[in-house]
């Protein structure tokens, strides 16, 4: 169920003090193949951490061997100081790791990626960093996958991790993200593990086309990160090499799953709403009506109040750049449709939103896409928690 | 200081019994002339309200002689007998003021134009908005502005009025709005008066430059309304023709005093934030950075928690599509530059947030191109209003 789940790689979490709380903070996956293939995805954000832009570097190759991470310091906004900072982190991990013997062979600062999330502008304290990094690689194991999972949690209020079956091979993941959860990707760190045979091209397609899909389907609140990462290394000790089509859909379902923890565990959220929106012109119309809705406030409260206004719903989707006619829409809150052609249909006290589960249906009747977005609502729990700490 | 402040204008403001307050909730302004220019702007959102549609015609001839304004009902997304209820109320408000002879001539349906503003979704109990029309014509009056500002209230807190003084001849003018405050325009009604001279095309030319700079850079919470309506008529009774220049300047002074007003009753609102951007290579980018900084709710609940969080700043600027490189990014807030060159800079505990107005200024150090943006804090006050009340 976690990164380790796959053959060839091991993991551990390790506490360095970076967090105040004295928890875990430190994670490292190495990868001992046969195989060291991989692929990334990054923030689009103009502010990229500096572990973004090293690990951007590291994924040209498309071979990583390890991958640390830590949680209390994002290493964002740290200037070519901060890149140092992460340089020297990546150098450490290569040089342990080659000392102590336990992998194939030497591992260079090229070959391993860094990961950081937390506090945005501050600089991290690399002597922790370094002392947790040898810790790290002392208590590496096979089954060290959910130490490393509850390591690089922030304010997640639980580790959150999965595994995917393939035949004879699988894939592993872990992620972290409570808030800043927007795509371009949802604000996250994710690390993927297979112990399928895959070229780094291979690995590549098949992991942009599932986040596109799922992680870049998830608006919780609109805010994009400096730091997103999702990585997916490939060891081959399945001896297996499953095609294209099938390594996407285990990507794809194996960050479904992390998907949805996301949004099972948003910062304050107490509705987990899935927007539907079909019977668009395309695909893309239909993602842009669900993001216009997501993203609007007025909405998120009124589900914060158990409210099935959806003349917010229909106020938003009217500002997303798509190809429909006001009257042809209509509006279900589960499974009640409230609006039909535009205007109120059914009585709207129908509505039962008492639970946590919410589903939007927006019937735009223009085409025959479909596209699903996943958010929240805003709570008095969002505003305290983004308020009341520096994040 | 309200719409009958130039001459030329009568208004009124009655209780019709649309809000359950009992409060004023019909405005009527007319136009005595000699002229009866006008200009319009209304909502871009694809679910235009049934007024909206109808005022978009009238505008059309550039000739309005009476606005009829009503408050407790939207009037939106209530298909086909929306039109009709708004169609007749147009024409009951010209066969009343016809037939009250109070009028230089008869005026038509076509003449007159509907605002309506409250719950999207439900028919407005016309009986009783006739009534009040019925009243309204009866208590027009040359001191009626602050009844008609009065009446058009809903979430509002206080009237919102204002005069702009040209030589010999003024702009006056009245807006309601305090949320679904976004551009395109930020959301309200607004109903401006004048007695310049000034033809149809003037007026449009000097209202759309002053909306685009003042209302049109309103983001208090990123939602766009279904209802949004700003009004300019001119009666021409100082018998002084501005230059176009001079026009746009008193309409957009008019208009940035309304703005500000918005700003300053926004729900659940603690903080006016003025977020300028400075040094962009175009003002569109300006405008891009600033919009994209005041529609993080991760920032604003920063804000709201009296917290200088500049990577949150950073965070969303970095967002937007705009030409900057990170590493030439300053960013003060009142004053304390607390971030230089895309790091930390001054210490943030310098930044004194205990009041209400806050200064953030960023330079992207990519041209000379200035915008400013108004958007206010995310607060406990505003999740409160808007999931405790549909609206």
Chains 1, 2 share one sequence.
Request: include cysteine; charged fraction near 20%; hydrophobic fraction near 45%.
């Amino acid at each position: 169920m976690t990164v380790t789940s796959p053959k060839g790689f091991r993991a551990a979490g390790v506490a360095a003090g970076l967090k105040s709380s004295g928890g875990l903070d430190v994670a490292l996956v190495i990868n001992d193949g046969p195989d060291t293939t991989a692929a990334g995805v990054f923030t689009s954000n103009k502010f990229k951490a500096a572990p973004v832009l090293w690990s951007q570097q590291v994924l040209r190759h498309g071979i990583v061997r390890a991958v640390v991470l830590n949680s209390g310091g994002a290493n964002a906004c740290t200037g070519p100081g901060g890149f140092q900072d992460t340089h020297h982190t990546a150098e450490h991990v290569a040089a342990k790791l080659t000392a102590s013997g336990g992998t194939r062979a030497v591992v260079g600062a090229g070959d391993v990626a860094v990961c950081s999330t937390g506090l945005i502008g501050q600089r991290l304290p690399l002597d922790k960093l370094l002392t947790g990094v040898n810790a790290a690689v002392r208590g590496l194991a096979r089954d060290g996958g959910a130490a490393a999972a509850e390591a690089i949690m922030t304010t997640d209020t639980r580790a959150k991790t999965t595994v995917a079956q393939g035949e004879g091979w699988s894939v592993g993941g872990m992620i972290k993200g409570a808030g800043m959860l927007a795509p371009g990707l949802a604000t996250m760190l994710c690390v993927l593990t297979t112990d399928a045979v895959a070229d780094p091209g291979t690995l590549d397609t098949a992991l942009r086309a599932a986040t596109a899909r799922t992680l870049d389907r998830i608006d919780s609140d609109g805010c994009m990160s400096t730091n997103d990462t999702v990585l997916l290394l490939a060891s081959g000790a399945s001896g297996i090499q499953p095609t294209a089509e099938e390594l996407f859909e285990q990507v794809h379902a194996a960050l479904d799953d992390l998907g949805r923890q996301l949004i099972g565990d948003a910062e304050g959220a107490t509705k987990e709403i899935r927007i539907e929106v079909r019977a668009a012109a395309s695909e893309v119309d239909a993602v842009a009506v669900g993001r216009a809705v997501a993203r609007s406030n007025l909405f998120k409260t009124a589900m914060f109040g158990n409210d099935p206004n959806w003349g917010r719903i229909l106020s938003a989707a009217g500002t997303a750049q798509a190809d429909f006619e006001a009257d042809n829409v209509d509006v279900a809150v589960n499974d009640v449709w409230i609006c039909k052609g535009g205007q109120a249909a059914e009585d709207r006290s129908k509505v039962d939103l008492a639970g946590r589960d919410v589903h939007v249906l927006i019937d735009l009747g223009a085409g025959d896409a479909t596209a699903t977005i996943w958010t929240n609502d805003l709570s008095h729990g969002y505003v305290h928690e983004n308020s009341a700490y520096s994040t």
